[in-house]
């Protein structure tokens, strides 16, 4: 099956700091979703993402849709240590399959 | 409060013994999938259905079942597991089959010896 292309795969940072994670694909997309997943729990939304262009914020949180719809960026503003976690994108396809298609995750570890 | 929720969260079990793992949404959606998470790929689609009756495969199907007798249920069957099914197993659901968002059930962690 298909997945994204989501970088980087880990990153350590310390508190305070500001992260920035993406997601590319050869294939267009008309909504983007990210999640975060805490160890041992689902993935739980935290932003959703619909028109090509579209900027979208989430109190430190800020999605960007990319414009040409192959991508998204994701940023932390003042990274906390309970923003540790796995962030995934997931974008939709639009070919009618009615399916997401997930990143394998970028992994943010936060020192505080 | 609107959830999906998934049962149970932990189950050990031994190869060729069936099991289901029971998913439940309370939000009325009509789009349910089962997803599997092993390292380093990410969550793969095992099964879907878009509504009652209605179930389709995946990416991943081989080895499941699921049936979709109930709006708000979606039961995910292994009729005779094995090893290679030892994985994290998560329910999610979404209003409709057009670009809804959707929303994920906590997990089953399932291990097969």
């Known amino acids: 099956g298909q997945q994204l292309n989501q970088s980087p795969q880990s990153m350590f940072i310390q508190e305070g700091e500001d992260v920035s994670m993406n997601c590319t694909s050869s294939?267009?997309?008309?909504?983007w979703l990210w999640y975060k997943q805490d160890p041992g729990e689902g993935p739980v939304l935290l932003i959703a993402?619909?028109?090509?262009?579209e900027l979208t914020s989430n109190g430190r949180l800020t999605a960007q849709f990319g414009i040409t719809r192959k991508d998204s960026f994701l940023n932390i503003s003042a990274s906390i240590p309970s923003d540790v976690g796995i962030y995934f994108c997931?974008?939709?396809?639009?070919?009618?399959?009615?399916?997401?298609?997930f990143g394998t995750g970028t992994r943010l570890k936060v020192l505080a | 409060e609107a959830q999906v929720t998934q049962n149970p969260r932990y189950l050990i079990t031994v190869t060729g013994k069936k099991l289901t793992v029971t998913c439940s949404q309370n939000?009325?959606?009509?789009?349910m999938s089962w997803y599997r998470q092993d390292p380093g790929l990410g969550l793969r689609q095992i099964y879907y259905?878009?509504?009652?009756?209605?179930?389709d495969k995946g990416d991943v199907p081989e080895g499941y079942k699921v049936s979709r007798k109930e709006k708000r249920n979606f039961p995910l069957i292994l009729e005779s597991p094995s090893p290679n099914q030892t994985s994290l197993y998560f329910c999610?659901?979404?209003?409709?089959?057009?670009?809804?968002?959707?929303?994920f059930g906590p997990g089953t962690r399932l291990t097969v010896l």
């Open positions: 993402l619909y028109k090509a262009g």
């Open positions: 939000m009325n959606h009509e789009y």
């Open positions: 999610a659901s979404r209003r409709g089959f057009s670009t809804d968002t959707q929303y």
């Open positions: 294939s267009i997309f008309n909504t």
């Open positions: 259905s878009m509504n009652v009756e209605v179930t």
């Open positions: 997931a974008g939709y396809l639009t070919s009618g399959t009615y399916k997401y298609i």
